[in-house]
């Protein structure tokens, strides 16, 4: 049985166990996300759902760019920090399936894993009433990597809610 994701050791600390295979395929996608990011004034349509429109009238075009002016460069450098800690804290590609996360790093990569998913599902189309692709569909693999994400990213929030990171002791 291959080893679950994440696990809270005594101590408080979650672990990160991944094959150098997920590993890998995590590493790729943050760093792919993070191109499309530098981006970020395209009209590609995950730019668009990572960053959704404030002002849905369209007579707010001013309200708009006065809010993203405002806030997308903060919402910009969060996304880059989420994805920057899941890289550094992703396990050895060299072999060392796991890493440990501190309680910064583990609301980073739940952050980090929720980009690459939505990033993913919006290229794929994924919408709640999409039902499985055929295998034989050329987006087949993609999915699969969706369904991991989603997987991966379920796991992380069962540990952090069944086993919440020990507050700290005060001296």
Known sequence: MPARPFRRRRDGALVVHLEPA?????????????????????????????????Y??????????????????????????????????????DGAPEAVLDAEGEDAWLRALNDLRLALGTRLGVTEDLSDAPEDDARAPARHVYDWLTYLQGMLVDVLLEHPRPAPDPD
């Open 22 to 54: 997920e590993a890998a395929l995590l590493r790729d996608l943050a760093a792919q996300l993070r191109g499309l990011l530098d981006d970020a004034e395209t009209d590609d349509p995950v730019v668009g759902r990572l960053f959704p429109q404030a």
């Open 56 to 93: 849905e009238d369209p007579t707010e075009e001013r309200a708009e760019r006065e809010w993203r002016a405002l806030v997308g460069p903060d919402l910009l450098r969060q996304r880059f920090a989420a994805l920057d800690a899941l890289l550094a804290r992703l396990p050895d590609a």
